[in-house]
């Protein structure tokens, strides 16, 4: 009894944690995938504060800040939140025409736009949309993620190219060696060693820009907080807002996919509102959900715990501060083979097979091809999905309409006709039922079946008021029968207040 009762406590604590914290493997690769990510995130952070106009240690600030808030507040785990290209294209305009302290302003009402969004349920609106644009996001993103690593690519030192090669063999075959260490920590550690070993002359991360020596202080916005400055930075907190959750939660969703595990969407919007406010008070630029290094930290490096997220933001301020010189010296070449890889893993190559493509429909195809060239094109994805999941509701609706079906069947006296209708009945089918019945020439007594319909929408209600009132003005009695009960609630409520009779 005695020998027992000491390790009960321990027993029961373990109990109240969650299973990976017991788990050693879990652990090494959790903190391995953090240290890949935090590896990755620091020349992208640089290259979005460029983008943005502003320091790259406002970027950097921004990565930590978001990472490590997101952690603990967010609804998707392992996914990573971090400064981003399309927020920076958003808020440039306004630091560039009115100040960074506008931009900061910015940043922490578009976290409190995100908040009140996620309170009100828009994450409710992903839904509606279909796996068509999910494809065409994914596939768009993997393109866009390659062109970002072109201008790597172009008028460099010769030595760039096989540093680059020999980065992504390492990351193809280590993984047949050993899966302990993550084959992207190992390609970035030799080739740093072989650059700085030779004394080859390649760009480095350090060419980016200066790494930031201290942590940053939190701090109100250097503006005027008059109506004047909220009416000035509304529209693009409003932008940054709409466009960070629409990638944060198109993010939460293919991470859902690839890990076969779901996540509140509704707590990740507002967890992105949260991290956007506390980043604005720490001088960040603000974020979002990154799926390049999500890609590294969940499908590359198989992170799949908050661990991994917090330790990405964690040990990218431990790089910056305190290895900041040797962060420096890794060639841009070792970043370059990372992202190429995250390309070839992020594309769904199975969407463009032959086989695929044939057996496809022709609407889903055309819907994924408009969500790659939107996206592509504007570099927003945002855009991308709005313009695919409307083309894809066109489609649909065009599909839909398409089923709907009358047929008529005279009675053997010729004193009456029922006309049966079938299928959906709603703003697209609708427009054209009322050309479907012979008004001059049926018998005196109509009965319109709809047993086999559904009515949706008042387009449905006012045309079937504009049939009735086409067979009364020539004097025939029409009955309406076999409305399911939403339909006939819908029809009872709005029928004769939507036509003239």
């Known amino acids: 009894m005695s020998s027992a009762s000491p390790k009960a406590p321990a027993a029961r604590l373990r109990g109240l944690l969650p299973d990976w914290l017991n788990d050693p493997k879990v652990w090494r690769t959790e903190i391995l995938a953090g240290l890949v990510v935090a590896l990755a995130l620091i020349p992208e952070a640089i290259s979005f504060s460029i983008i943005a106009g502003v320091d790259p240690a406002v970027g950097l600030f921004a990565s930590f800040t978001m990472a490590v808030v997101i952690s603990i507040v967010g609804g998707r785990r392992a996914m990573i939140s971090a400064a981003t290209g399309a927020v920076a294209l958003v808020i440039a305009p306004l630091n560039r025409e009115h100040g960074f302290g506008y931009l ?28 068509s644009v999910m494809v065409g996001f994914v596939n768009a993103l993997a393109i866009l993620i390659f062109m970002t690593q072109v201008p790597e690519m172009h008028d460099v030192p010769w030595a760039v190219y096989p540093l680059i090669i020999g980065g992504l063999a390492l990351m193809v075959f280590f993984p047949k060696v050993t899966t302990v260490v993550p084959a992207p920590l190992i390609s970035i550690v030799i080739l740093t060693v072989i650059t700085v070993a030779a004394a080859i002359a390649v760009p480095t991360v350090g060419d980016k820009g200066a790494l930031p020596s201290s942590l ?11 109506l004047d400055t909220l009416t000035t930075i509304a529209p693009y907190a409003f932008a940054m807002a709409l466009v960070g959750l629409m990638e944060s939660l198109m993010t939460a969703k293919l991470v859902d996919e690839i890990t076969d595990t779901h996540s509140s969407k509704t707590r990740e919007s507002i ?24 890609m590294i930290n969940v499908k590359v490096s198989g992170a799949r715990t908050r661990l991994s997220t917090f330790l990405a933001g964690a040990f990218l301020m431990v790089l910056c501060i305190v290895f900041g010189p040797v962060v420096s010296d890794i060639p841009m070449a070792a970043l370059v083979a990372v992202m190429v890889m995250v390309c070839f893993a992020t594309f ?104 086999a319909a559904h009515v949706w929408d008042a387009s449905s209600v006012a045309a079937l008021d504009a049939i009735e009132t086409k067979y009364k003005q020539r004097g ?13 609630d819908l029809h009872n409520k709005l029928t004769g207040e939507l036509t003239n009779h």
């Open 476 to 488: 025939k009695t029409v009955k309406i029968i076999g409305l399911n009960d939403l339909s006939a």
């Open 271 to 294: 967890g992105q509102g949260i991290a956007n406010i506390v980043t604005g008070f720490f001088g960040g630029m603000g974020g979002c959900a990154m799926i390049g290094q999500t």
């Open 216 to 226: 940053p202080v939190p701090g109100l916005p250097d503006v005027p907080f008059t």
């Open 104 to 131: 900061v302003a910015a940043v922490i009402l578009a976290g409190v736009i995100q908040v009140a969004l996620g309170a009100l349920g828009v994450a409710k609106l992903m839904r509606f949309v279909p796996r």
């Open 348 to 451: 769904d190559w199975h969407s463009i097979a032959p086989r695929t493509l044939k057996r496809m429909p022709a609407g889903e195809i055309t819907v994924m091809v408009i969500t790659v060239i939107c996206v592509v094109a504007t570099s927003n994805l945002a855009i991308g999905v709005i313009v695919g999941s409307v083309t894809a509701m066109v489609i649909f609706a065009r599909r839909v309409a398409q089923v709907a079906e009358v047929s008529a069947v005279t009675d053997p006296d010729g004193a009456g006709v029922v006309y049966s209708v079938t299928g959906e009945l709603f703003f697209a089918s609708s427009n054209d039922l009322v050309g479907r019945f012979d008004y001059a020439g049926d018998p005196d007594k109509i009965v319109i079946d709809l047993s």
